[in-house]
Nanobody
Framework: VQLQAFGGGLVQAGGSLRLSCAARGSTSSIDTIGWYRQAPGKQRELVASISRGDSMHYLASVKDRFTISRDNAKNTVFLQMNSLKPEDTAVYYC?????????????????WGQGTLVTVSS
């Protein structure tokens, strides 16, 4: 299974972006998909995640601004990011695991896509 993340870009503060994570290959084993981000000099953190049954988890700082959703028929997970702030600037990665979407330790996520850069200007 390969995960492909895209949709990043440059946006002004207050703007919106939608990231997509498309799964290719034997997707029947994909259960939970999440979005991580890593800013320069900071640890990777779980931003949002969603299970196949639509159980969701959000980082507290994005909960009222970001929405995660999935289209199982298209094997794609979306991250709608609204009211973006400069501190949201980071490389965003999608990842998959089997099990709870509330597991935040990066090493517990088995597959990773390439990153997509989100830059929010002030």
């Amino acid at each position: 299974v390969q995960l492909q993340a895209f949709g990043g870009g440059l946006v002004q503060a207050g703007g919106s972006l939608r990231l997509s994570c498309a799964a290719r290959g034997s997707t029947s084993s994909i259960d939970t998909i999440g979005w991580y981000r890593q800013a320069p000099g900071k640890q990777r953190e779980l931003v949002a995640s969603i299970s196949r049954g639509d159980s969701m988890h959000y980082l507290a700082s994005v909960k009222d601004r970001f929405t995660i959703s999935r289209d199982n028929a298209k094997n794609t997970v979306f991250l709608q990011m609204n009211s973006l702030k400069p501190e949201d600037t980071a490389v965003y990665y999608c990842a998959s695991r089997v099990g709870s979407p509330r597991v935040t330790t990066a090493s517990d996520w088995g597959r990773w896509g390439q990153g997509t850069l989100v830059t929010v200007s002030s």
